[in-house]
């Protein structure tokens, strides 16, 4: 029965956080673990996780850093799989299967990315600032990159665990507002055959959720963190 541990970066989100949902969650045939990493929050997210998995950090380091602090302490468990899960459940619950079942299906694939593609059939509500901010912003990520990608910024991920997953999440990252792209970058400097791993999985259902802590003007600072990808990794 393959192990799955999944770390949800948490920051003041007593407001929108459905612990029940994590609660009830399963997947048969799997055993699936939730970790919340609390990244200092204010208010009362801690109260609302009790009797859950949490991981506490002395202060507010931002999402990036709880995310890599979480991703290391449970690769120390030794899983089969580790991913990162957007505390809102704008990606809900429901499409965690198909990543595990992707990763059992295609054993070539270490890295699963949620991709939202607003397809026929398909679930997808973004507001359109996001949507339109987020196709420039992918254009621009594909071109740093050198990689055909579609989506880097959706929070569900899902990584087999491997020794070369380990030295990714090693150091802290240098950008704050694209770590997910600086992730698949140090993948991608540390072994450029690993671009073939890379599976981006189109979700079923992604829901806005109100009360996310991107604003407009971070955009600005996405790109600027773009740039030192750029200098840092050359790709």
């Known amino acids: 029965m393959a192990r799955v541990l999944i770390v949800v970066p948490c920051y003041n989100e007593a407001k929108r956080l459905d612990v029940e949902a994590f609660r009830a969650f399963a997947l048969p045939g799997h055993d699936v673990e939730f970790r919340f990493v609390d990244d200092g929050s204010t208010d009362e997210t801690v109260a609302r996780l009790n009797g859950m998995s949490v991981q506490r950090l002395e202060r507010n380091f931002g999402k990036a850093e709880a995310v890599r602090r979480g991703v290391l302490a449970a690769l120390a468990e030794k899983p089969d799989y580790v991913g990162y899960w957007d505390a809102d459940l704008s990606a809900p619950l429901s499409e965690l299967g198909a990543?595990?079942?992707?990763?059992?299906?295609?054993?070539?694939?270490?890295?699963?990315?949620?991709?939202?593609?607003?397809?026929?059939?398909?679930s997808i509500e973004r507001l359109a600032w996001r949507h339109y901010l987020g196709r420039f912003g992918?254009?621009?990520?594909?071109?740093?990159?050198?990689?055909?990608?579609?989506?880097?910024?959706?929070?569900?991920?899902?990584?087999?665990?491997?020794?070369?997953?380990?030295?990714?999440?090693?150091?802290?990252?240098?950008?704050?507002?694209?770590?997910?792209?600086?992730?698949?970058?140090?993948?991608?400097?540390?072994?450029?055959?690993?671009?073939?791993?890379?599976?981006?999985?189109?979700?079923?259902?992604?829901t806005f959720a109100p009360g996310s802590k991107v604003k407009p003007g971070d955009f600005g600072r996405a790109l600027v963190d773009l740039a030192t990808i750029k200098r840092r990794y050359r790709i």
């Open 99 to 122: 990543f595990v079942t992707l990763c059992e299906s295609r054993p070539d694939v270490d890295v699963v990315i949620g991709s939202r593609v607003k397809l026929m059939g398909r």
């Open 138 to 206: 992918a254009t621009l990520v594909s071109l740093t990159l050198d990689l055909p990608i579609y989506d880097t910024q959706c929070g569900a991920k899902l990584f087999r665990v491997t020794d070369l997953l380990a030295r990714v999440f090693a150091e802290p990252f240098l950008t704050r507002w694209v770590f997910d792209v600086e992730i698949l970058a140090r993948l991608l400097s540390m072994e450029p055959r690993s671009a073939a791993a890379i599976y981006e999985l189109p979700l079923d259902q992604w």
